[in-house]
């Protein structure tokens, strides 16, 4: 029985045809909303999303789906909560259109600084007006403050740096690959930032992270970019901020964005002279999503081919204490079996296991991660198997 994949958004036909040649059912709806999936995905193991949001009804109405592959990097866009319940693996691909978003970024800055978009207005309803738009001040020597020095932030970076900018980045952990300053605290660097760009994934710790609060340390008439999350920031206090001081700014993103790709938009934004908004289109380059389709069509084909999921999102980050177990064993039936039982007699789950085979087939090597430690006893008792050669047992 052929494998059924669900493409629910627009998808290189090049790599469809891959996964068709692969024997794989590919059913291509790249026009299905929110609410289609629930009918749509029903019987499909893999369905592949961009923007299409996948909520809590399709996948608790899908009988028979396994894996659901981000084509993308941020996951917000789909339930890992109801994934999670029903055992549903989530995979992304992350970094695949980092290039692609730093570049509109960095379009962004420029178009702010010479004012493009009014230029191209003004022309097209008749205007000239040299005067006005000739006082652009360059990016040359502007401090640039990146928020979120992940994939994409690195790559703006590099960017920023060619055009001669001073960068500062602050990430949720140490900053390494690329030569930019680090800071820690955000009213440090935002009274001296000319420009501010936004590239953090959506969590509790970062929704609404720009307020009214951050927006007092930023210097007026900066310019702030958002290429990542609406939600990051909050739009009545960036309003407010824009007719205070006077911010430029310039978001790919915007608080109820439209699901489909045509028809009608509607927003405050759209009443404020100093603020552009491009259509959610970061990633949107073909170079991008070619290597984002190529990099799904490795996911699927290595979950298909040996159950390894590449990217695997949703699975536990385990953060209290464990213990681990390795069991140095001759590889016969029974062996491990004989191990499980022991901490099955004593109540200890196992969290995770790999067991390794030496070369030639003879030993191999069984390590476990347990929520609760193994007794002296039960060491012994695993010990005493003739076909057991050494067990190990630590605190990690």
């Not at 029903?42 to 299409?52: C, F, H, N, P, Q």
């Not at 570049?103 to 008749?126: Q, T, Y």
């Not at 380059?285 to 290595?302: D, F, L, R």
């Not at 022991?342 to 995770?352: F, G, P």
């Amino acid at each position: 029985m052929k494998m059924k994949v669900l493409i629910a958004d627009k998808f290189p036909e090049y790599y469809t045809n891959i996964l068709r040649k692969n024997d794989i059912e590919v059913i291509y709806e790249p026009k299905l909303g929110e609410d289609d999936l629930i009918e749509a995905a029903k019987e499909v193991d893999i369905l592949v999303v961009r923007s299409t949001k996948v909520n809590a009804a399709a996948i608790e109405n899908a009988s028979n789906l396994n894996l659901i592959v981000r084509a993308g990097a941020g996951v917000n866009n789909i339930n890992v909560a109801a994934a999670n319940k029903k055992g549903v693996y989530v995979a992304n691909c992350p970094g695949k259109n980092a290039v692609a978003v730093a570049e509109l970024a960095i379009g962004l800055m420029i178009s702010l600084d010479r004012r493009i978009p009014h230029n191209v207005a003004d022309f097209k309803k008749g205007i000239w007006n040299k005067g006005e738009y000739s006082k652009a001040e360059g990016l040359l020597g502007k401090t640039l403050a990146i928020v979120g020095v992940g994939n994409i932030g690195k790559e703006v970076a590099k960017r920023a740096l060619a055009f001669g900018m001073s960068v500062y980045g602050k990430d949720i952990s140490r900053i390494e690959g690329v030569a930019i300053k680090d800071f820690d605290e955000m009213d440090k660097i935002l009274p001296i930032a000319d420009i501010v760009s936004i590239h953090l994934p959506l969590t509790p710790q970062t929704r609404g992270l720009f307020d009214d609060k951050m927006f007092s340390y930023m210097k007026p008439g900066a310019y702030l970019i958002n290429t990542s999350r609406a939600e990051v920031v909050d739009e009545e206090a960036l309003i407010k901020a824009v007719k205070e001081k006077n911010l430029r700014v310039a978001f790919d993103v915007f608080k109820d964005e439209p699901e489909g790709k045509t028809g009608s938009v509607s927003s405050p934004l759209m009443e404020l002279e100093n603020v552009y908004v491009t259509h959610h289109i970061g990633a949107s380059t073909e170079q991008a999503q070619n290597a984002v389709a190529e990099e799904t069509v490795n996911i699927i084909s290595k979950y298909i081919e040996s159950g390894v999921i590449a990217h695997w999102v949703n699975k536990a980050k385990i953060t209290e204490q464990m213990y681990q177990l390795v069991v140095k064993h001759y590889d016969k039936p029974g062996v491990l079996a004989s191990v499980l039982d022991v901490l099955r007699d004593a109540d200890i789950n196992i969290e995770e296991v790999e067991n390794l085979i030496f070369d030639g087939g003879i030993v191999a090597t069984c390590t476990m991660k347990l929520r609760k430690p193994a007794t002296g006893e039960m060491i012994e008792a695993i010990r005493v198997n003739p076909n057991v050669l050494t067990v190990s047992h630590v605190a990690m």
